[in-house]
């Protein structure tokens, strides 16, 4: 906007306000402040400066009631009615003008034409406007009203703001399709979520995870309005400056990770996970508090006024990242459970079987397992059942070399074994059912509420799929492996004597191992990973002893890997 454009405005303003402007000349106004978002800053600003709205309100009236009331604080007036109000605020000026009787209007003799009117503008703002007619007030409000407001407020051509990326389970309040690439826009109208979790991506690269039920409308690309409900947002640089606005408060990004809970009673809770950003605490058209939030912080704002209290971080308050492909949810936590997912479940201890096992012949699911010794084949077997295994093997009696991937990577450090086993590989969702594994797997950490439990006897391996573990969410990655490793004791009478070897590796190569481990012995597991490995190996083997008469080297040597759990970092 140039300072031609400026001085304009301030003398078209002039007119309208001394109620001499024309049809042209308001609509000339119309189309300058509809071309600028500065120039419908310098409108308000002259308006104040001419003193307009407070005159307008001090004027004398003879029947007061003929003209509809409103605020007169100018800054309540003009950026603290919401779009629903000032438009029926307008409505009211605009039904007074319908049904007003004409009143006479006494005006003085225009003054000759200047060679040019742009000369006896207004040289910068005028500070002051003069007194006029009752009539010449009300219709220049009137009309003021109208240019200002629409310019302002006037439903323009809708604007896209931000899409839809995914959803699980989702409905909608509405019949419109939302879906994957469905695109939202400003609207006065809110958009409700009655189930399930929704994605989305604003234009300017802040995603924001929704769970229903919540309540919500964009007021621009850069601000989300949350009337109720739980709101995550992941803030880009691009995206510097994203707003969440509640009933009671103003969350304004510096570079976050953040998490709003906008509760049904009124009161808001925000947990600040990355960055800082500014709370701005206070119901609408009242005075508001603020305070700088840093990470790992959290605040809640009561219902009324514009208290804050400090309360715990929750870091599983919101659900952060969704994949429908795979009906991932995670809610922040950072470690993922691999006998979960092996169970069907998502890896957080939402699986619904309580134990599976895998025949080492086959790769299949066994659902009427015959236990006993068993020869194993010596080769490495795919589970087509299960996507996050690549498969398993029973080490044979040849030492080195044994195969134990899909792509041929190899143990060569393998010792020789009878390549006997006596039951299938066993997954159960938690240990604590029976009785001998207590004794040695409660030294377990037991992040997660029920603590699995790989079951091995001794001459099995079973190789984990690192790459399909990652494709859970795109960018998802593994810090480390860690599980608790243990010999159970068997029977009422084991021998103490008993062992067994167990090896851990990534991509054949031996990470981590422990030998001649003993009946009611453990020891922790923790292997590091990095981006390209792909394969983590499990074994355990006899130790090649024979300490009972009549038996194979490994009878009785029963292990198990409790509470097998991947350290993760999510995008």
Same mark, same amino acid.
């Given at each position: 906007?140039?300072?031609?454009?400026?001085?304009?405005?301030?003398?078209? =303003?002039?007119?309208?306000?001394?109620?001499?402007?024309?049809?042209?000349?308001?609509?000339?106004?119309?189309?300058?402040?509809?071309?600028?978002?500065?120039?419908?800053?310098?409108?308000?600003?002259?308006?104040?400066?001419?003193?307009?709205?407070?005159?307008?309100?001090?004027?004398? /009236?003879?029947?007061?009631?003929?003209?509809?009331?409103?605020?007169?604080?100018?800054?309540?007036?003009?950026?603290?009615?919401?779009?629903?109000?000032?438009?029926?605020?307008?409505?009211?000026?605009?039904?007074?003008?319908?049904?007003?009787?004409?009143?006479?209007?006494?005006?003085?003799?225009?003054?000759?034409?200047?060679?040019?009117?742009?000369?006896?503008?207004?040289?910068?703002?005028?500070?002051?406007?003069?007194?006029?007619?009752? @009539?010449? @007030?009300?219709?220049?409000?009137?009309?003021?009203?109208?240019?200002?407001?629409?310019?302002?407020?006037?439903?323009?051509?809708?604007?896209?703001?931000?899409?839809? =990326?995914?959803?699980?389970?989702?409905?909608?309040?509405?019949?419109?399709?939302?879906?994957?690439?469905?695109?939202?826009?400003?609207?006065?109208?809110?958009?409700?979520?009655?189930?399930?979790?929704?994605?989305?991506?604003?234009?300017?690269?802040?995603? =924001?995870?929704?769970? @229903?039920?919540?309540?919500?409308?964009?007021?621009?690309?850069?601000?989300?309005?949350?009337?109720?409900?739980?709101?995550? @947002?992941?803030?880009?640089?691009?995206?510097?400056?994203?707003?969440?606005?509640?009933?009671?408060?103003?969350?304004?990004?510096?570079?976050?990770?953040?998490?709003?809970?906008?509760?049904?009673?009124?009161?808001?809770?925000?947990?600040?996970?990355?960055?800082?950003?500014?709370?701005?605490?206070?119901?609408?058209?009242?005075?508001?508090?603020?305070?700088?939030?840093?990470?790992?912080?959290?605040?809640?704002?009561?219902?009324?006024?514009?208290?804050?209290?400090?309360?715990?971080?929750?870091?599983?308050?919101?659900?952060?990242?969704?994949?429908?492909?795979?009906?991932?949810?995670?809610?922040?936590?950072?470690?993922?459970?691999?006998?979960?997912?092996?169970?069907?479940?998502?890896?957080?201890?939402?699986?619904?079987?309580?134990?599976?096992?895998?025949?080492?012949?086959?790769?299949?699911?066994?659902?009427?397992?015959?236990?006993?010794?068993?020869?194993?084949?010596?080769?490495?077997?795919?589970?087509?059942?299960?996507?996050?295994?690549?498969?398993?093997?029973?080490?044979?009696?040849?030492?080195?070399?044994?195969?134990?991937?899909?792509?041929?990577?190899?143990?060569?450090?393998?010792?020789?074994?009878?390549? /006997?086993?006596?039951?299938?590989?066993?997954?159960?969702?938690?240990?604590?059912?029976?009785?001998? /594994?207590?004794?040695?797997?409660?030294?377990?950490?037991?992040?997660?509420?029920?603590?699995?439990?790989?079951?091995?006897?001794?001459?099995?391996?079973?190789?984990?799929?690192?790459?399909?573990?990652?494709?859970?969410?795109?960018? /998802?990655?593994?810090?480390?492996?860690?599980?608790?490793?243990?010999?159970?004791?068997?029977?009422?009478?084991?021998?103490?004597?008993?062992?067994?070897?167990?090896?851990?590796?990534?991509?054949?190569?031996?990470?981590?191992?422990?030998?001649?481990?003993?009946?009611?012995?453990?020891?922790?597991?923790?292997?590091?990973?990095?981006?390209?490995?792909?394969?983590?190996?499990?074994?355990?083997?006899?130790?090649?002893?024979?300490?009972?008469?009549?038996?194979?080297?490994?009878?009785?040597?029963?292990?198990?890997?409790?509470?097998?759990?991947?350290?993760?970092?999510?995008?």
């Amino acid at each position: 906007m140039n300072e031609r454009d400026l001085m304009r405005i301030s003398e078209l =303003l002039i007119y309208c306000c001394n109620g001499i402007a024309g049809q042209e000349e308001i609509r000339e106004l119309e189309t300058l402040l509809r071309q600028d978002k500065e120039a419908l800053d310098y409108c308000v600003d002259v308006l104040m400066d001419l003193n307009y709205f407070h005159c307008l309100a001090q004027t004398p /009236l003879s029947h007061p009631e003929e003209v509809p009331s409103f605020e007169t604080d100018e800054s309540v007036f003009m950026c603290e009615l919401d779009p629903q109000e000032q438009w029926a605020l307008l409505g009211d000026f605009a039904e007074y003008e319908k049904q007003a009787a004409a009143l006479k209007i006494e005006t003085a003799p225009k003054p000759p034409e200047s060679p040019s009117r742009e000369k006896t503008a207004v040289q910068g703002r005028p500070t002051k406007s003069r007194k006029y007619s009752l @009539a010449a @007030a009300v219709l220049s409000a009137a009309a003021l009203l109208i240019i200002i407001l629409s310019a302002h407020l006037a439903p323009a051509p809708a604007e896209e703001v931000a899409s839809v =990326l995914d959803s699980i389970d989702a409905e909608w309040s509405s019949e419109l399709p939302f879906q994957a690439g469905t695109r939202l826009d400003c609207s006065s109208k809110p958009i409700r979520l009655t189930r399930g979790w929704v994605k989305l991506r604003t234009d300017e690269q802040v995603e =924001l995870v929704l769970e @229903a039920p919540t309540e919500f409308r964009f007021r621009s690309s850069s601000e989300i309005i949350l009337n109720y409900g739980k709101l995550f @947002a992941r803030v880009s640089e691009l995206g510097s400056g994203f707003s969440v606005t509640t009933p009671n408060s103003k969350v304004v990004d510096l570079g976050t990770e953040f998490g709003v809970v906008c509760h049904i009673d009124g009161n808001t809770d925000v947990h600040l996970y990355k960055g800082r950003a500014n709370l701005f605490a206070g119901e609408k058209h009242k005075r508001k508090v603020s305070q700088m939030l840093t990470a790992g912080s959290a605040r809640r704002i009561a219902s009324e006024g514009s208290v804050i209290r400090e309360i715990e971080l929750d870091e599983r308050a919101l659900v952060r990242q969704i994949d429908s492909k795979s009906r991932f949810i995670w809610r922040g936590q950072k470690t993922l459970q691999l006998s979960d997912l092996i169970l069907g479940g998502n890896g957080f201890g939402s699986a619904v079987l309580r134990q599976i096992e895998f025949d080492p012949q086959t790769g299949k699911i066994v659902s009427n397992p015959v236990a006993g010794y068993r020869r194993g084949t010596g080769t490495f077997v795919p589970i087509p059942e299960n996507p996050y295994l690549d498969g398993l093997f029973v080490p044979g009696s040849g030492a080195g070399d044994v195969v134990i991937s899909s792509k041929g990577h190899t143990f060569r450090e393998c010792p020789q074994t009878s390549g /006997l086993y006596y039951s299938n590989i066993i997954c159960f969702k938690d240990w604590t059912f029976y009785e001998p /594994l207590q004794g040695i797997f409660e030294k377990t950490v037991k992040q997660f509420e029920e603590s699995g439990l790989l079951y091995f006897h001794s001459n099995m391996g079973l190789t984990v799929d690192l790459e399909a573990v990652r494709r859970i969410v795109p960018g /998802l990655r593994l810090d480390s492996f860690s599980a608790y490793a243990g010999m159970i004791r068997m029977g009422q009478n084991p021998p103490d004597y008993a062992e067994a070897d167990i090896w851990v590796l990534v991509d054949g190569q031996l990470r981590c191992s422990r030998k001649q481990l003993r009946a009611g012995e453990g020891f922790e597991v923790r292997v590091n990973l990095a981006e390209q490995d792909r394969f983590l190996t499990l074994i355990v083997t006899d130790s090649g002893t024979s300490y009972v008469e009549g038996q194979p080297p490994n009878h009785t040597d029963t292990c198990g890997f409790a509470e097998p759990t991947f350290s993760v970092t999510f995008p």
